[in-house]
Nanobody, 123 residues
Framework: QVQLVESGGGLVQAGGSLRLSCVAS????????MGWFRQAPGKEREFVAV????????SYAHSVQGRFTISRDNAKNTVYLQMNSLKPEDTAVYYC????????????????WGQGTQVTVSS
């Protein structure tokens, strides 16, 4: 069992930055690929970024490529999402998720989810 707790969300003006953190409980954090997803009101949950178990591989949605950076610290059981040049369309609840043994952009493959943190970008 893995429990995930996100933090770092908030209200920011367009062009600003935020850094989200997700802390995982348990001893096997390094066995999980970690992803960030987001869900805006009235929309489906969508992929944002993913990182492999070692942190050596990452992938991003086209909409955030070049603005967001995913990273992880396995010694701290934590995955991060650095978000720069934020836009109003980035407004959503952001979720981190853990996928056992691999990593993918498909939300259906994830085993554990956090409760989410709200990010609001004003214009």
């Amino acid at each position: 069992q893995v429990q995930l707790v996100e933090s770092g969300g908030g209200l920011v003006q367009a062009g600003g930055s935020l850094r989200l953190s997700c802390v995982a409980s348990g001893r096997a954090f390094g066995n999980y690929g970690m992803g960030w997803f987001r869900q805006a009101p009235g929309k489906e949950r969508e992929f944002v970024a993913v990182i492999s178990r070692s942190g050596g591989s990452t992938s991003y949605a086209h909409s955030v490529q070049g603005r967001f950076t995913i990273s992880r610290d396995n010694a701290k059981n934590t995955v991060y999402l650095q978000m720069n040049s934020l836009k109003p369309e980035d407004t959503a609840v952001y979720y981190c998720a853990a996928q056992r043994g691999t990593y993918s952009q498909n939300k259906n493959g994830y085993n554990y989810w956090g409760q989410g943190t709200q990010v609001t970008v004003s214009s």
